[in-house]
Antibody, heavy 118, light 109 residues
Framework: EVQLLESGGGLVQPGGSLRLSCVVT????????LAWVRQPPGKGLEWVSV????????YYADSVKGRFTISRDNSRNTVFLQMNSLRVEDTATYYC???????????WGQGALVAVSS | QSALTQEASLSGTVGQKVTLSCTGN????????VGWYQQISRGAPKPVMF??SLPSGIPDRFSGSKSGTTAFLTISGLQPEDEADYYC???????????FGGGTRLTVL
């Protein structure tokens, strides 16, 4: 059974930092790209970032470029999202998702809530 | 404003056929297949269609198609459990990133 389990969410002040983790089981982690997708309260889905299977290629939405960094550890089946200089508008549920060859997000985690507030 | 345009809301009665649309441009929908995701009560999104292919476990009353830069998700024989928010998404070559539609809230009357 495929599972993606996010952790690391919480409440942080504006300007602060947080690191999300997503542990994956049930498929060959090192052969697949992984992405982060977020959803602000009451709003729609927004893609954040994606990392290739080897970690050699990363892409970011303009709204987070220069502040967020995606990385992965293939020995631990884990993908990370380091979030710096957080803003109130970064408040959202952050989902980890398996990117099937830039075609489709075929598996999703349950989400981690990040709240940025003073 | 989302890169892909979807109806904000649609409704239908049980048993009816309903079609959701997703409009983009030549750099996204015009070049790549579109994925559709169902979200019930703000839970985790669930894939229900990729292009015209059904993911495992999705009933065959769901179908997908595309014409030019617009993709469609059709639900034939609407059921109460189909009431949800539906999002479309695809890769955008000019942005080098994924884009989503703003979502359609489907109500089953």
């Amino acid at each position: 059974e495929v599972q993606l389990l996010e952790s690391g969410g919480g409440l942080v002040q504006p300007g602060g930092s947080l690191r999300l983790s997503c542990v994956v089981t049930g498929f060959r982690f090192s052969s697949n790209a992984l992405a982060w997708v977020r959803q602000p309260p009451g709003k729609g889905l927004e893609w954040v970032s994606v990392i290739s299977s080897t970690g050699g290629n990363t892409y970011y939405a303009d709204s987070v470029k220069g502040r967020f960094t995606i990385s992965r550890d293939n020995s631990r089946n884990t993908v990370f999202l380091q979030m710096n200089s957080l803003r109130v508008e970064d408040t959202a549920t952050y989902y980890c998702a398996k990117d099937r060859a830039r075609e489709f997000f075929d598996y999703w985690g349950q989400g981690a809530l990040v709240a940025v507030s003073s | 404003q989302s890169a892909l345009t979807q109806e904000a809301s649609l409704s239908g009665t049980v048993g009816q056929k309903v079609t959701l649309s997703c409009t983009g441009n030549g750099n996204n929908i015009g070049r790549f297949s579109v994925g559709w995701y169902q979200q019930i009560s703000r839970g985790a999104p669930k894939p229900v269609m990729f292009g015209d292919s059904l993911p495992s476990g999705i009933p065959d009353r769901f179908s997908g198609s595309k014409s030019g830069t617009t993709a469609f998700l059709t639900i034939s024989g609407l059921q109460p459990e189909d009431e949800a928010d539906y999002y479309c998404s695809t890769w955008d070559a000019s942005l080098s990133g994924w884009v989503f539609g703003g979502g359609t809230r489907l109500t089953v009357l």
